[in-house]
């Protein structure tokens, strides 16, 4: 019966966690619109990050509840499910044919965001030092890099604004703005809560390391907006925006997310993890490589298939983890 009503918690948190990101969004956009802040703002800021806020909720309440193996976990996992699967599903829908920044620039970028990480995270071992830990002075050279990188998205998004423009986006009243910001607030809040709260029930009940919950289970639930954004524009033939979504995704989440979480409380490092990173750095590698095999850059239906039985294959190498 506590299993039952466990898992009924677990998947309350992330359809509240999502709902919750929705209304943050949409609360937010609004506002923006309605104190006339441009869409190029708004798209590379409330409505980007938007697909990032579960990951970012469920890494803050894993750093105050004390559960940082969940915080790394969540997004490393995340960063692979978006490139395997959510690309994969995506491509197989409609092939992805992405610009020549996004394979020259962008893909390129997050493949830094993850060496960086490795690199920082594997002073430890390199010095001999023994217990590897994401310091607060490490997460502030993250959220550098992610200043950096906003600052690139800006200018590319001066130059061509196209991709902004596309961006639809409500207005509502002021009161109705404000509540869509603090019930969004509020379900990320909960959602957030009742996922950690879960994950670690479930580490403990079962003996099972929080770092593999947070890989698989925890990373896929949060991974779900960048599924749907993703599934969405391949469906509409926006395959730029699908690509886009992915990779800036991930980004955020490294530099950004992992930045928030390491500032809040030190997050230690496992050395199983490495494997997960080089997972990462490889997927981002063969993205990178799928631009320049069959179609000139774009991801084709069979690369997606490829990509999906990859992601298949990592999930049963985390089981065999176990």
């Known amino acids: 019966m506590d299993l039952i009503f466990t898992l009924i918690l677990f998947l309350t948190g992330f359809a509240v966690l999502i709902k919750g990101a929705d209304f943050l ?49 969540n997004v490393l996992g995340s960063n692979i499910a978006n490139i395997l699967l959510i690309l994969g599903i995506s491509s197989i829908i409609y092939p992805l044919t992405v610009t020549k920044g996004t394979v020259y620039k962008e893909i ?41 990188f906003l600052y690139y998205t800006f200018s590319i998004a001066k130059a061509d604004d196209s991709l902004i423009s596309e961006i639809s986006i409500k207005e509502y ?40 919950i947070g890989l698989t289970v925890v990373s896929l639930g949060t991974s779900l907006p960048e599924l749907a954004t993703s599934a969405v524009a391949a469906y509409r033939k926006n395959t730029d925006i699908a690509v886009g979504n992915v990779v800036g995704s991930n980004i955020f989440n490294v530099f950004f997310i992992l930045g928030i979480s390491g500032l809040i409380s ?57």
């Open 266 to 322: 030190p997050i230690p490092f496992l050395q199983e993890n490495n494997m997960d990173i080089f997972v990462l750095v490889t997927a981002t590698l063969i993205l990178f490589i799928s631009m320049f095999t069959g179609k000139r850059s774009a991801v084709d239906r069979w690369e997606g298939v490829i990509f999906v039985i990859g992601y298949v294959l990592y999930i049963c190498y985390l089981m065999v983890r176990l």
């Open 173 to 212: 009243g002021t009161l109705k703005s404000v509540l869509y910001i603090v019930i969004g607030i509020g379900g990320l809040g909960l959602g957030g809560k009742l996922i950690v709260d879960q994950a670690i029930w479930f580490a403990e009940k079962f003996n099972i390391s929080q770092n593999i």
């Open 108 to 148: 390129p970028f997050s493949l830094l965001a993850v060496l960086v990480l490795g690199i920082l995270v594997n002073e430890a071992f390199l010095d001999g030092a023994g217990k590897a830990v994401l310091t607060r002075s490490d997460s502030i050279i993250l959220i550098c890099f992610f200043i950096i």
């Open 25 to 73: 969004v949409e609360g937010s956009s609004s506002l923006a619109k309605k104190f006339k802040i441009s869409k190029l703002v708004m798209g590379l800021t409330v409505v980007a990050m938007g697909t990032s806020l579960p990951e970012l909720f469920v890494n803050i309440f894993a750093s105050i509840n004390n559960a940082p193996e969940l915080a790394i976990a």
